[in-house]
């Protein structure tokens, strides 16, 4: 069945950085887009970053421009996130999460996303 496992996440300093991995199985990995989302205490679901399917275009929530860097290994069947220079508001529990088409991903409803893994919690603070 398909699965999305995250991993990486933790606790890191203001300025730290930290990288997360999706771990994909189950399905062809390298047929569809992939994203990051996040969701802090109290809040709703924010989208942060996105890839094609093939890994040609990434594109980013304006608040993770610069610092965050998205990208995929279609062979290891692996998306990942690295974060650099991170802020207390990058506080949150992050999914990956899988659409079919590559098309708008940087506007695509997360009802367009059709898997979504368990999420793992990113802590920054002193």
């Known amino acids: 069945q398909v699965q999305l496992v995250e991993s990486g996440g933790g606790l890191a300093q203001p300025g730290g950085s930290l990288r997360l991995s999706c771990a994909a199985s189950?399905?062809?990995?390298?047929?569809?887009?992939m994203s990051w989302a996040r969701q802090a205490p109290g809040k709703g679901l924010e989208w942060v970053s996105g890839?094609?399917?093939?890994?040609?275009?990434?594109y980013y929530a304006e608040s993770v421009k610069g610092r965050f860097t998205v990208s995929r290994d279609n062979a290891k069947n692996t998306l990942y996130l690295q974060m650099n220079s991170l802020k207390p508001e990058d506080t949150a529990l992050y999914y990956c999460?899988?659409?079919?088409?590559?098309?708008?991903?940087?506007?695509?409803?997360?009802?367009?996303?059709?898997?979504w893994g368990g999420g793992t919690q990113v802590t920054v603070s002193s």
């Open positions: 999460a899988r659409r079919v088409m590559d098309y708008g991903l940087q506007y695509a409803p997360f009802d367009e996303y059709d898997s």
């Open positions: 189950g399905f062809t990995f390298s047929n569809y887009a």
């Open positions: 890839i094609y399917s093939d890994g040609t275009d990434t």
